[in-house]
């Protein structure tokens, strides 16, 4: 490669009075002619186009005219999110990621490397970009911004769970909800199927709603209640009718009622629990 123009730089001794000899010139215009060919045997341009930049070529040892990376002027970058419109970087300028703990970058010759781990979140803390949660079974992502699970989680163990904006406790089997509940697409209880006996007991641990054909004279005995908890038992009367049920420790307005007795009747008992008395009402004869 031609190395130039200060390492053969001309001399303009002989050249800077009206009175010098162009004859002592002529070694400095000869040697300055030889730089201007050195300079134009290094450059290789012809006919320039509108964002063209000089890309040296190795393999003849010469600057020649080519185009940047996007083939057209250099203009800024536009980085595009799914959360926005888009956000220009300017040449010159840097952009940075930025997240959570664990977002990484690396850049191979062209290639840039964006690197995130996959992190577990307690409940009371909603950052970054969760794709598990310990200990709770849900492996769905979050949308948006956590406001809901896409898919459909699972929790086959509540233990104790915890969410702190709208404040939800868990202590065993226990969800407490300190904020408003609502229902979008509706709301569904279990009803537990009992089976007629002269004694009948009705665990609410098993369902709200219990249902029964009475076969027998039968006295039902609740369990399981705890304050502020509510069940329904739905009766009705076998083929024969004529059936009667008494509610162990429950105390109804005016005393203990009497069941419709016609065959097939439909009676219905609700029970609340103040956490010291059992407190039942009865809807009787449900007929269409």
Not at 94 to 101: D, L, R
Not at 222 to 249: C, E, K
């Amino acid at each position: 490669m031609a190395t130039w123009p200060s390492g053969s730089k001309a001399s303009t001794a002989n050249l800077d009075s009206g009175t010098d000899s162009p004859r002592l010139a002529r070694a400095d215009i000869k040697q300055n002619v030889d730089n201007v060919n050195s300079i134009i045997d290094m450059f290789n341009i012809s006919s320039p186009t509108d964002g063209q930049i000089l890309k040296y070529n190795a393999s003849n040892t010469r600057f020649e005219l080519g185009t940047d990376a996007t083939g057209s002027a250099v203009s800024a970058t536009t980085f595009v999110g799914d959360d926005s419109s888009g956000t220009a970087v300017n040449p010159g300028e840097t952009f940075k990621f930025a997240g959570s703990t664990g977002i990484t970058t690396a850049v191979s010759g062209d290639t840039l490397t964006i690197t995130g781990t996959a992190q577990d979140f307690a409940f009371s803390s909603l950052t970054g970009t969760p794709t598990t949660i310990a200990g709770y079974g849900i492996t769905d992502a979050f949308d948006g911004a956590y406001g809901s699970l896409s898919g459909t989680p699972t929790i086959p163990s509540l233990g104790d769970l915890s969410i702190t904006n709208s404040t939800i406790t868990s202590s065993g089997d226990t969800i407490d909800l300190d904020d408003i509940v609502r229902f979008n697409v509706g709301y569904k209880e279990d009803i537990n199927a009992l089976s007629s006996s002269a004694s009948i007991s009705v665990d609410a641990t098993t369902a709200p709603v219990h249902s029964v054909t009475l076969g027998h004279n039968a006295t039902f005995t609740i369990s399981n209640m705890v304050a502020g908890q509510s069940i329904m038992i739905i009766i009705t009367q076998d083929g024969t009718g004529s059936r009667t049920g008494s509610f162990t420790s429950v105390k109804f307005p005016g005393g203990a009622p009497t069941l419709s007795t016609g065959a097939g009747d439909i009676d219905v008992v609700s029970v609340f629990y103040d956490g010291t008395n059992y407190l039942g009402n009865i809807a009787q004869d449900y007929t269409t």
